[in-house]
Every structure is written in C-alpha cells, then in structure tokens.
C-alpha cells in the first residue's frame, strides 16, 4: 500500500510517497480504508521536530481518518466490512493516516455523520475533538458565559466557536480581518481583530479562554477572565501562566474519545457544527499540504484525498 513517511526529521520536502506491507488487524482491533486524510499543525511540528511516543521505525505521520471497515480483527462486534468511520485513532502515538490503510483499536472510530463526503469527515476529529474535549469536558462551557476563542479561523478554533454557541455562550474570537466574515458566519457575537488591537484591552470579564497559540498570549489571556475564570491552552505544559483570582489555568491534550466523537457527530447531524475545508490535495501532495499550513493563513482545515 502507499504511505507518506518521514525519510529524516526536517522539512516537508523529507515527506516522501512510499510503498510499505498493509497492516493486518489485531485482537479489538479494524483495518479502515483511508479515504481522506485530514491536516493539523502537530502533523507538521511532529515532522519537523521528531517523534512523539511509540513511533515505528519508519515515522508515518497524520492522525485525522475518514473511511471504511476494510476487515476487522477477533473480538470486534461493532463494525463490519463497508462501514463508514471517521476517527483520531492511536494519538499521539503513530497512526500514519496519510496512506491507503491504518490498523488501530476499533472504538477509537465512530460512525461517518451522515451528509458529509470524506473529506469533509476528515477535517472534524482532532480539531473537533481538541475543542470539544477542551470546552465541554475541561471547561464545562454553560448557557451564558462570555468564551474567548484565540485563532477563532483556524483549525480548532472554528469548531471552538460552534461548539461553544451550541452549548449557548457567548462567543468572542480572534483572528485576522480576512477571517472575520467566516467566524461571524459560524457564530461568534463578537471577533476580535488581533493585529489592530490588543485583545485584552478589546474584552474582559470572560468566563473562558481556548488559547491555541500560547507564549505571551497565554500571559495576556489571564488578564481578561474573571474571577474563577478557566484557561485552557493547547501548546504544551510550559505555556500555562500564573494565575489570580481562583482562575484555573490548565494545558489540555486531545486522545481518541469515541463518545466526543459521537457527539459531534450528532451536532454535525442537527446543522450546529460544519466543517471549513481550505485545501483538498492527493495524497502525493502531503509536502505541499505542510507548506501551505505552516504559513499560517489557512481558514479551517486542509485535507489530503486518498481514494
């Protein structure tokens, strides 16, 4: 089968098409066909800086899957051959979505929302599930708190911002002024143009922030919640500030949840959560697909096509 693998740490031009054995699935566990393969920016920081856990000998990147039960392995019950799946599975430890087949465990999959292509499904589970698990499960976003959104255009952002309106806050994004019209349009009360104001001098009394850019906007985040405010960031460990006021600054990182995706899943079925595709490229593209999102203009998600 092909799979897009990392010939040395570095650059997107180390992604290369190669042609390796397809996976055979174990106990609990389901070979998918690939159909699309969603992009996310740990896919580019992974190739350029290393290995996360658990990587095989040949370094296989991509976690986003939208495709279908190709077989199952002993002890699975709840797919068969044909079904339709999306999922973030084996994260962050190596999945290699970007090829024709991945093997992982069978509930780290739910059922493909019905209405959407492939391509569409494989822009929603580590994004979706970032903001999902960050808001609803950290956060526990209630009906009429103030919710702040950093990179509201972006990746997780733009689900940040539908799945914070579906659980009724009131929604304040920040993003470039090319993007504004886009995250008006999935919800938000309020956008924030960063590089014309300083945002914590734009907003305050916020009940939560979703920081997916860290450093110093972490630091200024805190300024802007309220006492018993919740921070939740997205970079890594070092990122989270000191905090006042019994505000809780936590760093969250996304894992394989099926329930979280069965969730979205029934809000991408009820029209409160749509996913923004930028840029659909062949899987002989994926180098292309890095650099594109390593400029950081990208509204929404870039997805490779598999078959």
Known sequence: ??????????GPENLVQREVERPEPGLNEVLVRVHAAGVNPVDWKTRAGGALIGWGAVPAVGWDVSGTVEAVGPGVG??????????????PRQAGAYADYVVAPARH????????????????????????QALVDTANVRPGERVLVHAAGGGVGHFAVQIAKARGAYVIGT???????????????????????????????????????????AERSVKVLRAGGRLITLPGPDDVPATHDGVRAVWMLVEPDPLGLREIAAL????ALKPVVDTVLPLADAAKAHEIGELGRTAGKIVLTVV
Not at 1 to 10: K, S
Not at 190 to 196: K, P
Not at 268 to 271: N, Q, T
């Open 78 to 91: 709840m797919w068969r051959p044909g079904d339709e799946v999306f999922g973030m599975p084996l994260f």
């Open 268 to 271: 991408v079925e009820r029209g």
């Open 109 to 132: 999959f739910a059922a493909k929302p019905a209405g959407l292509t492939h391509v569409e499904a494989a822009a929603l589970p580590l994004a979706a599930l970032t903001a999902w």
């Open 175 to 217: 993003a470039g002024a090319g993007k504004h019209g886009l995250v008006r349009s999935l919800g938000a009360d309020e956008v924030i143009d960063y590089r014309a104001v300083r945002f914590e001098g734009a907003v305050s009394d916020v009940d939560v922030v979703l920081d997916g850019l860290g450093g110093e906007t």
């Open 1 to 10: 089968m092909r799979a897009v693998v990392v010939e040395q740490w570095g």
